[in-house]
């Protein structure tokens, strides 16, 4: 079992930042990826950013590009999110989520192949 803890949402005005976080506790060693995605109120759970958690590769939503950067802490099982230029089209609530399995790169985007989801965490960008 993986359990995902996401932490530092919040209300930031429009072209303002947040960092989100994401630390994973439990069976965390092997665990290949680390991806966040939103829900808008009334919208489908969006895929923002991914990450591998050994090459580091990254993959971004083209909505989030030269905005947003994903990192990773091996150290403390960490994942963050740093959210730049935000605007009221970012509000939504934010969800960490681990993928247990190889996939390759080409599913970082697949909100299907994620085997653990966090609680999610508010983003609200007043304009």
């Known amino acids: 079992q993986v359990q995902l803890v996401e932490s530092g949402g919040g209300l930031v005005q429009a072209g303002g930042s947040l960092r989100l976080s994401c630390a994973a506790s439990g069976r965390t060693f092997g665990s290949y990826a680390m991806g966040w995605f939103r829900q808008a109120l009334g919208k489908e759970r969006e895929f923002v950013a991914a990450i591998t958690w050994i090459s580091h590769s990254t993959v971004y939503a083209n909505s989030v590009k030269s905005r947003f950067t994903i990192s990773r802490d091996t150290v403390k099982n960490t994942v963050h999110l740093q959210m730049n230029t935000l605007k009221p089209e970012d509000t939504a609530v934010y969800y960490c989520?681990?993928?247990?399995?190889?996939?390759?790169?080409?599913?970082?985007?697949?909100?299907?192949?994620?085997?653990?989801w966090g609680q999610g965490t508010q983003v609200t960008v007043s304009s």
């Open positions: 989520a681990a993928m247990i399995t190889r996939r390759g790169v080409a599913f970082l985007d697949a909100r299907d192949k994620y085997d653990y």
